[in-house]
């Protein structure tokens, strides 16, 4: 492996590795020795232990078989009595790709991550430096906190999900982020790419939701011309876009089973081939994923992989809806205002207490999203200079028939139809009473007229019905 400055040398870290084969443990320590770690070896089980009793590490890398066996059973009672006598330490399990669901079952008795043989070094330098690094940071969770620009909230709930968040940017750990829609995971996801080594680097996502297993291949991996019958082009896939960045696959929950083990293999190998190309290729890649799936009940229901599950779920993060931290409403209503107001007008506007009232008192099904879209309509619609409580209302009536439509691409015209639907059905509801309709839609008479105008609504015309 090429001398690169990729990895953050080894500071002396100490690293326990334990295998019975002689010519892997020489080359693992050649390795990490390279990189500076401080390494010990062992042969056996109960050396682990030996050392364990009056040694501490900073991570330990257990190979699942000692002699004994193929079965990996040693491996596992191994690791059930270093948890015992060390919990806190992390371990890496080294299985062969054959024997891969004890690593698995290795995940659930506390193991850190695993590494399937034969490995690749850079792989195994970054699994133990993350290790370490999500360790340490927890020993010391106050250092150096950078903040995360962009995201507005001061909930507790919010802040503990930013404080891992800050925790995981800087390392290679792959991190699922779980919530529901709207709640902000690609925004996090784009911080954690943000505030990581990877920033320079391309941050690409993939939207997993109902691709087609071709698609998934194609998408992900790209493909030569003539790999399959509509490749007219060469096409580069999504993993080569996002080289030496982070890939962001999102609604994970949604990729079929078959696409699941292919995704597993890139992720586990950090290889993959290009369709119709069987030269392997290099990926080196984050992988943040993301869903609003219920991941453990699909695993228990065998519709998610476990050992999927495990490699893309080193750290999870769990954003919690908008209705479970109702004083971050305020603050995120503002924040929007001002946005809005500086791309579409010259003042900003104020939002009066009967609209903080209405926003306090909604439950926010789509959460962030359905907020910002309400805050953009209604800074839309606003011709005073202060938004009200009907004002937020109206723009929320609209929200709500527009998420109906399942139309998230907020096209002008849209916005066009849902201003003139309601304005025709407030007209009903007031008997053409246009002052009426002006105040519930909290817009002046002149305005009204104006969008009357715009719309081609006569005053009377909803009476005739
Ligand atoms: N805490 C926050 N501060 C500021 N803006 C936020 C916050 N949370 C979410 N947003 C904004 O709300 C919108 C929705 O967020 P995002 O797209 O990240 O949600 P999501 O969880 O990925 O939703 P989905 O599951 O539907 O894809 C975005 O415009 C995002 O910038
Ligand atoms: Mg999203």
Redesign the pocket.
């Known amino acids: 492996m090429e001398e690169n400055k990729e990895f953050a040398h080894g500071k002396g870290y100490r690293v326990l590795v334990a295998d019975d084969d002689a010519g892997v443990r020489a080359a693992i320590s050649l390795l990490l020795r390279r990189f500076d770690y401080a390494v010990e070896l062992v042969t056996k089980a109960d050396e682990v232990i030996e050392r364990l009793h009056s040694q501490t590490y900073d991570v330990l890398l257990l190979d699942m078989n000692y002699g004994s066996g193929t079965s990996g059973e040693d491996g596992l009672e191994l690791l059930r009595k270093v948890k015992v006598l060390q919990p806190r330490t992390p371990v890496i399990l080294f299985t062969a790709w054959g024997t891969i669901s004890l690593a698995v079952e290795g995940m659930r008795l506390g193991a850190f991550d695993f590494i399937t043989k034969p490995w690749d070094n850079r792989i195994l330098l970054e699994r133990i430096e993350t290790a370490i690094a999500l360790h340490k940071s927890e020993e010391n969770p106050s250092q150096d906190s950078v903040g995360m620009a962009?995201?507005?909230?001061d909930s507790e709930a919010?802040q503990s999900v930013l404080r891992i968040a800050e925790r995981v940017a800087p390392t290679q750990a792959s991190v699922l982020?779980l919530?529901?829609?709207?709640?902000?995971?690609?925004?996090?996801?784009k911080l954690i790419h943000e505030h990581s080594r990877r920033a320079k680097a391309p941050f690409v996502k993939v939207n997993l939701g109902g691709m087609s297993p071709l698609l998934f291949e194609s998408e992900m991996f790209g493909h030569k011309r003539g790999a399959f019958t509509d490749a007219y082009n060469d096409r580069e896939g999504r993993i080569t876009m996002a080289n030496k960045g982070t890939i962001f696959l999102?609604?994970i929950g949604d990729l079929d089973l078959s696409c699941q083990v292919k995704l597993l293999r890139v992720l586990q190998d950090q290889q993959y081939e290009i369709l119709g190309d069987s030269r392997p290729q290099k990926a080196d890649v984050r992988v943040i994923s993301?869903t609003?799936a219920d991941l453990a009940q699909m695993v228990a229901t065998h519709r998610f992989r476990e050992d999927l599950l495990y490699r893309i779920n080193l750290i999870t993060l769990t954003?919690p809806p908008l209705r479970d931290r109702r004083e971050?409403i305020e603050k995120?209503a503002e924040?929007?205002v001002s946005l809005s107001c500086k791309e579409t007008r010259y003042t900003t506007l104020r939002i009066a207490a009967s609209a903080r009232h209405v926003l306090m008192s909604y439950p926010w099904p789509g959460?962030?999203?359905e907020?910002?879209n309400c805050i953009e309509r209604a800074v839309l619609l606003c011709d005073s200079d202060s938004i009200d409580g009907t004002l937020i209302q109206l723009a929320l009536s609209q929200s709500r028939s527009f998420n109906q439509s399942e139309n998230?691409t907020a096209a002008t015209g849209t916005l066009d139809r849902m201003e003139e639907e309601a304005i025709r059905s407030c007209l009903k509801r007031h008997n053409g009473n246009l002052t009426r309709v002006a105040e519930e839609l909290g817009i002046s008479r002149a305005a009204l007229y104006r969008r009357m105008e715009k719309y081609g609504i006569q005053q009377n015309e909803t009476l005739r019905q």
């Open positions: 962009g995201i507005v909230g919010l982020i919530g529901e829609s709207g709640t902000g995971k690609e925004l996090i996801a999102d609604e993301a609003n954003l971050d995120l924040y929007f959460n962030v999203r907020l910002k998230k």
